[in-house]
């Protein structure tokens, strides 16, 4: 090799870059960073915490709107208000991706987390069902987080650890999307549930939705306070800017040296990318991910609408703290799982195999949730907490082996912005499904058939959506990538 090839061989620290001084710090320390992805944890669960922690409360909250004439007309109105998360988010997450790409990490993760901090607070003081509309989208649209916080779990670390990094982040937010309904669940009407301790005329008395809020918020709190710790892993170099790809395309390089902001190299290799777009085991796990997710979405509107409506429309006339304790239950069995279990799972199958069991196994458990009207009692929680458990790590479980296939599918230097790609598609499909159950429930239980009559007819839809998603695991429509097993 010539002295000329070398010199360009070199790779180059800039002495002022943020990104540059991350890079060092991972050269010197091999080991697995533990108070980063410590931060990353808590940063995500703050994140997904609000996401779904209104389902529990929600069929109660827009009945105490009175925007609902009819009782059966609640889950209509109320699946408005669970999409309009998703919705904001839909509209602005390429421009929090680009920020991220531009600006910094950080900037993007602290706004999300502020934006947590105000509006999820601001939604459970809501006395108009058009200012719960409101600071729900508001929520969505400063919710830049997951996108980049994907691409700085994978920049934080050496390469070894890229893989437990990515998992951290789908465990953290798969565990928030359970433990947030749950705090909904426990601490929404408070005054009615814990009389002794909350009276009507205080505070949580008049806005019997704020105390779940306010709690959320409050973790939110401790969450912005840690991103001060979250180092910033962009690169910046003056003139010459340099994405995360170009750096980790220098890994190969046998030597660096450190200069300063203000010198400039003419040797970095340029970084070939091939459209992402022209990129098919990417796309058709994007589109099978969206698939699911949207089934998810819709089965979480529907689990505490159905669980909470009454008897004689097939529901179970649960309080919103009944299900609040179910999902409570659900979401320690899902750390549980996720911590002790999958990782073996995962060793065992590989991501497409594991991921087509949970699709196939999740039908026969969407199906018995038709007959469980004809339970009560201790019996009734016990079957109901169970297929609960069941659903979500079915449902954990091909959620987690598609972001896998993701992120197989791209080399490192595109990570990033195949997965901006995938928050953008997935949060639209997100932003429908909300609508859909609602709606589809708020039909289903004015519907008087004798095919699937009620709510028999809602389950069976979204068994429809899981076989679905499940034929769509195949060739030739799921090209794998050459990392998946």
């Not at 697995?32 to 922690?53: D, G, H, R």
């Not at 916080?149 to 920049?155: D, L, M, R, V």
Request: aromatic share 12%.
């Amino acid at each position: 090799m010539s002295a000329e090839t070398q010199s360009l061989l070199k790779r180059v620290y800039y002495e002022n870059c943020p990104g540059c001084k991350q890079d060092l710090r991972n050269e010197a320390h091999p080991g697995i960073p533990y108070k980063e992805f410590v931060y990353i944890w808590i940063v995500t669960l703050c994140s997904a915490l609000p996401i779904c922690s209104l389902y529990p409360f929600l069929y109660f909250m827009v009945r105490d709107l009175q925007i609902a004439k009819r009782a059966e007309d609640i889950g209509f109105y109320a699946g408005f208000v669970g999409a309009a998360f998703m919705f904001g988010r839909t509209l602005t997450s390429v421009f929090w991706g680009v920020v991220a790409d531009r600006y910094g990490r950080k900037p993007v993760i602290i706004t999300s987390i502020l934006a947590v901090i105000i509006f999820n607070a601001l939604f459970g003081l809501s006395r108009t069902f058009w200012m719960a509309i409101t600071t729900r989208v508001l929520l969505g649209l400063f919710s830049g987080l997951l996108g980049p916080i994907k691409a700085y779990a994978s920049e934080v670390c050496r390469k070894e650890h890229q893989a437990l990094g990515l998992s951290l982040v789908s465990t953290s937010r798969g565990i928030g999307l359970i433990v947030g309904p749950a705090i909904g669940g426990l601490l929404a009407q408070p005054a009615e549930k814990y009389p002794n301790i909350f009276s009507e005329e205080s505070l949580f008395g008049r806005f019997p939705y704020f105390l779940p809020c306010l709690c959320i918020s409050v973790i939110a709190v401790l969450a912005f306070v840690a991103c001060f710790w979250l180092p910033e892993t962009l690169h910046f170099h003056g003139e010459l800017k340099l994405d995360d790809g170009a750096v980790d395309n220098l890994e190969s390089f046998e030597n660096f040296s450190v200069i300063g902001n203000s010198g400039k190299t003419d040797g970095w290799p340029s970084v070939s990318k091939k459209s992402l777009l022209k990129n098919w085991p990417l796309i058709s796990a994007i589109i099978v991910y969206c698939i699911f997710s949207f089934n998810d979405t819709a089965y979480s509107e529907i689990f505490s609408l159905w669980a909470e409506s009454s008897v004689k429309y097939g529901g179970l006339s649960f309080s919103s703290q009944d299900v609040g304790a179910v999902l409570a239950i659900t979401g320690f069995g899902l750390l549980v799982f996720q911590l002790f279990v999958y990782p073996y799972l995962d060793k065992a199958l590989g991501p497409v195999t594991s991921s087509r069991t949970a699709a196939i196994m999740s039908i026969p458990v969407l199906a018995c949730y038709s007959f469980m009207s004809n339970f009560s009692g201790f019996v009734l929680m016990l079957i109901l907490t169970c297929a609960s458990l069941m659903k979500n790590i079915l449902s954990i479980t091909i959620i987690t082996g598609l972001n896998i296939l993701q992120n197989n599918a791209v080399a490192q230097n595109q990570r990033a912005l195949a997965n901006g790609i995938a928050v953008t598609a997935m949060s639209i499909f997100k932003a429908v499904a909300p609508a859909v159950g609602g709606t589809m429930l708020s039909w289903a239980q004015k519907r008087k058939a004798s095919f699937l009559p009620g709510v028999k007819m809602v389950f069976f839809l979204l068994n429809v959506g899981c076989l679905l998603g499940f034929l769509l695991t195949f060739k030739p429509f799921l090209a794998l990538p050459r990392k998946a097993t």
